[in-house]
C-alpha cells in the first residue's frame, strides 16, 4: 500500500515537472506584437544636430491588404543615432524589430562628417541587430529619399535593395560590403573601406559606383565603370561585362584572378599586379573582322587602361589606399611595412610604383 502511494506521489511530481517545463516563456512576444523592419535610411539634420531614422515596416498582412498598404514607413530623431533607433519604440505602437532588417542606407554627409562609427558602433553592441546587415551609402540629398524609388521586385525597397547588391556583385557593379566586413576593415592595417552607392536614375534606384574611405569617413568616389577596374585590382570579380571605348565590341568576364606581388629591390618597392582574365566575346557591333589575337589585345588593353586610370585616381586624387596594396606588403614583409606604414595612406601609397601585367585567353566562338 506505501509502495503504491510512494507511486502515485512520483507520477504526480512527474507530472507537475512536465507541466511547468511547457508554459510559456514570459519573454516571449507575439508577432502581431512587434513592428518588423526590412532597413533604415539614416540621416543628420545640420540645422538642429541630430540624426533621423527612416524605417521600413513589412509584417502588415498581404493577404488581406491592398499592395500600396503592404509596407509602412516611421521615423525618429534622436542626439545620437543611438537615441535615434531606440525613439522608434515611441512613433510606433509596436517594439520595433530589427533582427530581420536587410539593409542600411547613409547618407553622404554622414559619411563624410560624422562617420559610419556611430552605426558599427551601435549595431555591434545591440544583439538585437545581425552584423551581416548590408552597407549603402546614398548619393541622394537624404538617404530617406531611397524609399520615393521605385525598384523593380517588390513593394519592400531595403529588401530589393538587399536583392539589388547580389546582382550586382554577380555583373561587377558593385561588391556588398557587410557590417561585420566593415569593422574587419576598419581594425585592420593597410586596406581602407569601400562601399557600393545607391542613386537614382530617373525615378528608379540603382546601385551603382563605390564609396572610397579613409578610416570611418568618406573622401572619394568611382563611378560604374570605374569600379569594375577597382573590382578587378580586388581579385572581387567573378562576372562581368567590358565594353571597348567605342562600344563596338562587348566581353564577358567569364573567370579572373588578380594577385598583388610586392618586390624590394635596392631599397625599392614596387607592387607587381598580375590580372590573368578569362572571356568570352559577348556582342560585336561592327561590320570588321577581328582575328582571334585582336579581339585578346583589345580586351587587354582595355583592362590595363581601366585599371591604370583606377591606381591613378586612388593614388592622386582620393589617397586613399581601399585597393589593399598596403595590406600586400604587410602579408609579404611585415618588416618592410613597419618601416612604410606611417602616413601610409597620404604619403607613401600615392608613390608606391605599380607594375601591371594582365594576360587575357578569349573562349572564342564566331568571330564575325
Known amino acids: 500500500m506505501k509502495k503504491a502511494n510512494l507511486n502515485a506521489t512520483l507520477f504526480l511530481c512527474l507530472i507537475l515537472c512536465f507541466s ?4 510559456g516563456c514570459k519573454s516571449m512576444k507575439e508577432i502581431n506584437d512587434m513592428s518588423i523592419l526590412s532597413g533604415a535610411a539614416i540621416d543628420y539634420d545640420t540645422v538642429t544636430n541630430r540624426y533621423r531614422v527612416t524605417g521600413e515596416i513589412v509584417n502588415k498582412s498581404i493577404s488581406t491588404a491592398s499592395e500600396d498598404n503592404v509596407v509602412e514607413t516611421i521615423y525618429a530623431d534622436g542626439r545620437s543615432l543611438a537615441e535615434a533607433i531606440e525613439n522608434c519604440n515611441e512613433v510606433d505602437s509596436r517594439e520595433t524589430y530589427w533582427s530581420h532588417a536587410k539593409t542600411f542606407v547613409i547618407s553622404n554627409s554622414i559619411a563624410k562628417n560624422q562617420g559610419i562609427t556611430p552605426l558599427l558602433d551601435y549595431v555591434l553592441r545591440n544583439y538585437k541587430m545581425r552584423i551581416s546587415i548590408n552597407l549603402l551609402v546614398s548619393n541622394l540629398p537624404y538617404s530617406s529619399q531611397v524609399l520615393d ?24 557593379t558593385a561588391a556588398p560590403t557587410k557590417v561585420y566586413q566593415a569593422i574587419d576593415i576598419l581594425k585592420s592595417e593597410g586596406i581602407q573601406l569601400s562601399i557600393p552607392i545607391v542613386s537614382a536614375r530617373e525615378d528608379m534606384a540603382v546601385v551603382n559606383g563605390t564609396a572610397i574611405f579613409r578610416e570611418d569617413k568618406l573622401v572619394g568616389s568611382l563611378n560604374q565603370e570605374e569600379t569594375i577596374y577597382f573590382l578587378f585590382l580586388q581579385n572581387r570579380v567573378e562576372r562581368g561585362n567590358i565594353s571597348t571605348s567605342d562600344g563596338s565590341i562587348t566581353f564577358r568576364i567569364e573567370n579572373n584572378q588578380t594577385k598583388l606581388v610586392p618586390k624590394t629591390e635596392d631599397g625599392k618597392t614596387v607592387l607587381q599586379i ?14 570588321k573582322k577581328y582575328t582571334p589575337e585582336e579581339l585578346e589585345i583589345a580586351l587587354q588593353q582595355n583592362i590595363t587602361d581601366g585599371c591604370q586610370k583606377v591606381i591613378s585616381k586612388m593614388q592622386k586624387n582620393i589617397k586613399s589606399d581601399a585597393l589593399g596594396f598596403g595590406k600586400a606588403i604587410k602579408e609579404e614583409n611585415g618588416a618592410l611595412w613597419d618601416l612604410m606604414r606611417k602616413d601610409w595612406d597620404v604619403e607613401k601609397f600615392p608613390k608606391l610604383p605599380v607594375e601591371l601585367q594582365t594576360q587575357v585567353k578569349l573562349q572564342l566562338g564566331e568571330t564575325h
Open 20 to 23: 511547468m517545463m511547457l508554459t
Open 274 to 287: 598580375l590580372i590573368k582574365t578569362k572571356a568570352s566575346v559577348s556582342q560585336i557591333s561592327s561590320s
Open 149 to 172: 524609388l521605385k525598384t523593380s521586385s517588390t513593394n519592400i525597397k531595403f529588401l530589393d535593395l538587399d536583392k539589388m547588391l547580389v546582382t550586382s556583385q554577380g555583373v561587377a
